[in-house]
């Protein structure tokens, strides 16, 4: 509790505050400008002078004391002279802007996003004690028209968050994160390096036009890495790469923190690294890698570190030797580099970091300094700048110095504009921030070495990069060699070119290092997915047969026509081989050489009949109806001709029909003649008159009629579904069988079946009379014969069924010749020998003699 005392005091301040005139000031600390110099218009700059501060630990019982910046950054300080050496050139030039000097403020951020926010409210504020009009306290112009710089993405998110809603102009030359490109929360940024979102864009490409998709990322942990790998993750994904591990440093991390990252890069499979880092954070990542000696990775790297010399430095070990990132294009500003390096002129201006300056670029000290380096060396100041080896004398950040000039320059132009100068301005036009933002959106002008500056509707320019890889040279050093371009203006097949065989990689080797979770697939297979792996983690699977891939890595595989068939590597489909039963295979020739000689010893038969025709033998059971047989016998061993051969539409009806009618009229043949022997018996016992109701014209007319039911079974089969070549892809998975398919199942089996009934009925009957008494009884033959006949018939339909392509129609053929066969053998050939061998028995006695 306050004593009343303390409350007295307290009350008196306030009485004393309100009695005072009212005035503005601003809270905390006054930060005063590193660099400055006055003019007509003042233009702001923050730049991270240094890159590091100390630490302090704050008890919360005193005020904090002002950060406390160390570790002086000569490329910032490079950047800063950039920014000085515009505004000489600016206010030098009698066609821009004349008659107007332009001044600057430059304040060090420190690295640090707090200081950046305060030194940025600094530039928009000033830090003079402002009488406030009671009407509008607290409000005047901003005391910077525009503010250059913002080395980094996450201090730029945050200056530009702050000084977004007054409007004042940020330009930055080297804050690439994509986020920043959101008008509608930075609506006053602008810069002069291209997005990380074509940068991001661009390394995918680079690491999938290389053939690499299994590689690790590692990021600085801010609004620039975190952003710009999102962006490149996203694309990597979609070009199929895919990420062993992706972590994140940031140059503040413990050693412990570092060491997990080293063990993640350790454990990897990968040999391919991708670096987004600032070129701060790639120095501690530099170091924990010595210390650990991890070489042999490929290092792939944003525009952050790939040129950085100071970087190179730090790679003592030579750990990213052959290192290949993007870069912006290389520039050349004439005289900027003589401005640079004459540092005499920055002791005549506003400046108090001259003495570090001094001090550090020469490792030496002033007397009066009260600078805590330990250098032992006294500063005359008039030391030479030229045996200096020094980051500060290094050029090769020219591109970002550039950048710099870009920027100055462009809110030159836009002032020009609001100012209508021509040969003089209007020194009347009040000023407006918001004003001079949109006028910097519009610029459009080419730089004296005749680079174009203009901004988009996100405040970014136009993309370019040039590829750039890490060459050492015999002295050890680094040489940053172009080795490509990146285009993104340029249609999506030419925005990269790259020179590979300019190109050296990591340990000095000529051969593009490969980087893949599984080996490329093959033609002739397919990429199979490992379960709990990322999609470029996978096995590469033969093709089935009947399937191929003809591309590498396919990931499936394509079934070939059913005509063709995939050869044996499955990377091609090959015409299927097509098979028929042919005149020029071994099993055809057989064949055909069986059917010739059935139909050549039927016709020897037939000459024998004919020549003894007038003997018993011949006459004894009709010589017509044999005679018939042995016709219809030659028939049916030439209709097996006709399944030889490939099938067409007319062979296809050809061959069915004649065979059905062929084997028909045989049978009824046989059916006659072994009714004629029931009848001939009949007719021998007493009273009996059969034979004149079954004679030679009720013969002829059996035959005629059996077959004619035939005849009309195959006209209906051919008139409703006959018959037709039929290639069939199913039987065999390499060949097409080349068959005829039988049109209607009904017509074949009802041709078969009737075959089959006449078949049984003749069987039947000459079964009944096998035990006639006549002693040569014809009835025994005909029985044996039709036995044959049936028994190979009804084996026919099984091995028919079963047998696969040409060799059913094989078995057909045997089924049809093995039955001719069987008739012929069994009806004529006994009576052959008789009558050849036998002619004492070719006699009516013998004939007619009883058995016993």
Same mark, same amino acid.
């Given at each position: 509790p306050f004593s009343s005392s303390a409350l007295l005091h307290l009350l008196g301040k306030t009485f004393d505050f309100h009695a005072e005139e009212l005035v503005c000031r601003q809270l905390g600390d006054l930060e005063n400008p590193q660099l400055s110099k006055d003019g007509d218009i003042i233009l702001g700059g923050i730049f991270f002078l240094h890159s590091s501060w100390k630490d302090r630990r704050d008890t919360y019982m005193h005020k904090p004391l002002p950060l406390e910046c160390i570790s002086l950054n000569f490329r910032e300080f490079q950047c800063a002279q950039a920014m000085i050496f515009a505004i000489e050139e600016i206010n030098n030039s009698i066609d821009l802007l004349p008659g107007i000097s332009l001044g600057y403020k430059m304040y060090d951020g420190c690295t640090s996003i707090a200081r950046s926010v305060k030194v940025a409210l600094a530039l928009a504020n000033g830090n003079e004690i402002v009488s406030a009009p009671t009407e509008a306290p607290c409000t005047r112009p901003a005391q910077v028209q525009a503010i250059i710089g913002g080395s980094s993405s996450s201090p730029c998110v945050a200056i530009a968050t702050v000084i977004g809603p007054f409007h004042i102009s940020q330009i930055s030359h080297s804050a690439t994160c994509a986020?920043?490109?959101?008008?509608?929360?930075?609506?006053? %940024?602008?810069?002069?390096?291209?997005?990380?979102?074509?940068?991001?864009? #661009?390394?995918?490409?680079?690491?999938?036009?290389l053939g690499w998709t299994w590689v690790g990322a590692i990021r600085t942990n801010d609004d620039y890495g975190n952003n710009g790998m999102a962006t490149f993750t996203e694309t990597a994904q979609q070009l199929g790469i895919c990420l062993e591990y992706s972590v994140s440093v940031f140059r503040t991390d413990s050693s412990d923190k570092l060491n997990k990252v080293i063990d993640v890069i350790k454990a990897s499979t990968s040999k391919v690294i991708v670096a987004f880092i600032s070129d701060m954070d790639?120095?501690?990542?530099?170091?924990?890698?010595?210390?650990?000696?991890?070489?042999? &990775?490929?290092?792939?790297?944003?525009?952050?570190?790939?040129?950085?010399?100071?970087?190179?430095?730090?790679? =003592?070990?030579?750990?990213?030797?052959?290192?290949?990132?993007?870069?912006?294009?290389?520039?050349?500003?004439?005289?900027?580099?003589?401005?640079?390096?004459?540092?005499?002129?920055?002791?005549?201006? =506003?400046?108090?970091?001259?003495?570090?300056?001094? @001090? +550090?670029?020469?490792?030496?000290?002033?007397?009066?300094?009260n600078s805590s380096a330990g250098n032992e060396k006294e500063c005359t100041g008039h030391e030479d700048l030229t045996v200096v080896q020094s980051s500060f004398t290094d050029m090769s950040l020219m591109p970002i110095f550039n950048n710099v &000039?870009?920027?100055?320059?462009?809110?030159?132009?836009?002032?020009?504009?609001?100012?209508?100068?021509?040969?003089?301005?209007?020194?009347?036009?009040?000023?407006?921030?918001?004003?001079?933002?949109?006028?910097?959106?519009?610029?459009?002008?080419?730089?004296?070495?005749?680079? @174009?500056? &203009?901004?988009? @509707?996100?405040?970014?320019?136009?993309?370019? &990069?040039?590829?750039?890889?890490?060459?050492?040279?015999?002295?050890?050093?680094v040489d940053f060699v172009t080795v490509g371009l990146y285009d993104a203006s340029l249609p999506a097949d030419k925005q990269l070119s790259l020179q590979l065989e300019s190109l050296m990689w990591a340990q000095n080797s000529k051969q593009v290092p490969l980087s893949v979770c599984s080996e490329t697939c093959p033609l002739g297979t397919r990429k199979v997915l490992q379960k709990g792996k990322p999609v470029c983690c996978y096995d590469c699977i033969k093709c089935a047969e009947g399937e191929i891939s003809n591309m590498t890595d396919s990931i499936t595989c394509e079934r070939c026509h059913p005509e063709s068939w995939s050869n044996d590597r499955r990377d091609a489909c090959v015409k299927k081989e097509a098979e028929f039963l042919s005149y020029e295979e071994i099993m055809g020739v057989l064949l055909t050489t069986a059917a010739l000689f059935g139909t050549c010893i039927t016709a020897v038969v037939a000459a024998i009949f004919f020549t003894?025709? +007038?003997?018993?033998?011949?006459?004894?059971?009709?010589?017509?109806?044999?005679?018939?047989?042995?016709?219809?016998? =030659?028939?049916?061993?030439?209709?097996?001709?006709?399944?030889?051969?490939?099938?067409?539409?007319?062979?296809?009806?050809?061959?069915?029909?004649?065979?059905?009618?062929?084997?028909?009229?045989?049978?009824?043949?046989?059916?006659?003649?072994? *009714?004629?022997?029931?009848?001939?018996?009949?007719?021998?016992?007493?009273?009996?008159?059969?034979?004149?109701? %079954?004679?030679?014209?009720?013969?002829?007319?059996?035959?005629? #009629?059996?077959?004619?039911?035939?005849?009309? *079974?195959?006209?209906?089969?051919?008139?409703?579904?006959?018959?037709?070549?039929?290639?069939?892809?199913?039987?065999?998975?390499?060949?097409?069988?080349?068959?005829?398919?039988?049109?209607? #199942?009904?017509?074949?089996?009802?041709?078969?079946?009737? *075959?089959?009934?006449? #078949?049984?009925?003749?069987f039947i009957l000459a079964f009944l009379a096998r035990k006639l008494p006549d002693s040569f009884n014809e009835a025994k033959l005909i029985t044996f014969s039709m036995l044959i006949f049936c028994a190979v018939w009804i084996t026919f339909i099984p091995a028919y069924v079963s047998s696969p392509g040409k060799f059913s129609v094989a078995v057909e053929i045997f089924a049809i010749l093995a039955s001719s066969f069987g008739l012929l053998i069994c009806t004529f050939i006994p009576k052959c020998y008789i009558i050849l061998l036998k002619p004492e028995k070719n006699t009516k006695k013998n004939m007619m003699e009883k058995g016993a």
């Open positions: 986020c920043l490109s959101d008008k509608t929360k930075y609506p006053s %940024f602008l810069r002069t390096i291209p997005s990380d979102n074509y940068q991001s864009r #661009a390394l995918a490409q680079l690491v999938k036009h790639m120095g501690v990542l530099i170091n924990a890698l010595s210390q650990n000696n991890l070489t042999g &990775y490929q290092w792939v790297g944003s525009e952050g570190w790939i040129i950085d010399a100071q970087t190179a430095e730090k790679d =003592t070990h030579h750990l990213l030797d052959g290192a290949i990132g993007l870069s912006i294009p290389k520039a050349h500003v004439g005289g900027m580099r003589e401005f640079i390096l004459d540092v005499k002129q920055l002791n005549s201006s =506003t400046n108090g970091m001259f003495t570090e300056f001094w @001090e +550090t670029l020469f490792n030496c000290k002033f007397k009066q300094s &000039y870009k920027g100055v320059y462009a809110v030159a132009h836009a002032l020009h504009s609001i100012l209508g100068c021509n040969e003089s301005c209007n020194y009347n036009v009040q000023l407006d921030p918001l004003t001079i933002l949109q006028h910097i959106r519009k610029v459009h002008f080419k730089t004296k070495e005749g680079d @174009e500056v &203009y901004f988009d @509707e996100n405040g970014d320019p136009a993309a370019k &990069y040039e590829i750039i890889n890490w060459q050492p040279t015999e002295n050890g050093i003894y025709r +007038t003997t018993p033998i011949v006459r004894a059971n009709n010589s017509e109806l044999s005679f018939l047989l042995l016709f219809s016998l =030659t028939l049916c061993f030439l209709c097996s001709l006709t399944f030889i051969g490939r099938p067409s539409e007319w062979s296809c009806m050809l061959r069915h029909t004649a065979f059905g009618i062929t084997f028909v009229l045989c049978i009824s043949c046989v059916l006659g003649k072994t *009714i004629v022997v029931l009848m001939a018996f009949r007719a021998t016992l007493p009273g009996s008159n059969v034979m004149k109701w %079954f004679g030679p014209a009720q013969q002829r007319l059996s035959v005629v #009629a059996f077959t004619l039911i035939q005849v009309v *079974i195959c006209i209906l089969w051919l008139t409703i579904s006959p018959p037709f070549p039929f290639k069939n892809f199913t039987q065999f998975k390499d060949k097409i069988i080349l068959e005829c398919a039988l049109g209607s #199942a009904v017509g074949f089996w009802a041709v078969l079946g009737y *075959i089959g009934l006449l #078949a049984i009925l003749c």
